[in-house]
């Protein structure tokens, strides 16, 4: 069973900063992608920040300048670094990681998996 759990959120004024932490737990190989996203509701769950597999980074433009992500791949954890926030970044924020379990056998698998989300309000 592999989980993701994601830690960090809360209320913060504007211009404030928080770090989101999601370490993946359980039985697995391997993690291939860690990344970040978000969601309000009634909305589409968006991309905030996602390494690519050229090695950059693809950071929603809201965002660019103000989040970091980075990674701890002994402790396989992923940080998002939430700079300058604004009014309109309140969300549920979301960790996503692809990851590598082993089945039977010789037999492996890769599966999206999805923290169960923490919520970042941003307000005076």
């Known amino acids: 069973q592999v989980q993701l759990v994601e830690s960090g959120g809360g209320l913060v004024q504007p211009g404030g900063s928080l770090r989101l932490s999601c370490a993946a737990s359980?039985?697995?190989?391997?993690?291939?992608?860690m990344g970040w996203y978000r969601q309000n509701p009634g909305k589409q769950r968006e991309l905030v920040a996602v390494?690519?597999?050229?090695?950059?980074?693809n950071y929603a433009d809201s965002v660019k300048g103000r989040f970091t992500i980075s990674r701890d791949n002994a402790k396989s954890t992923v940080y998002l670094q939430m700079n300058s926030l604004k009014p309109e970044d309140t969300a549920v924020y979301y960790c996503?990681?692809?990851?590598?379990?082993?089945?039977?056998?010789?037999?492996?698998?890769?599966?999206?998996?999805w923290g169960q989300g923490t919520q970042v309000t941003v307000s005076s």
């Open positions: 996503n990681a692809y990851i590598l379990t082993y089945v039977s056998g010789s037999s492996y698998k890769w599966d999206d998996y």
């Open positions: 359980g039985d697995f190989v391997s993690i291939n992608r």
């Open positions: 390494p690519t597999s050229g090695g950059s980074t």
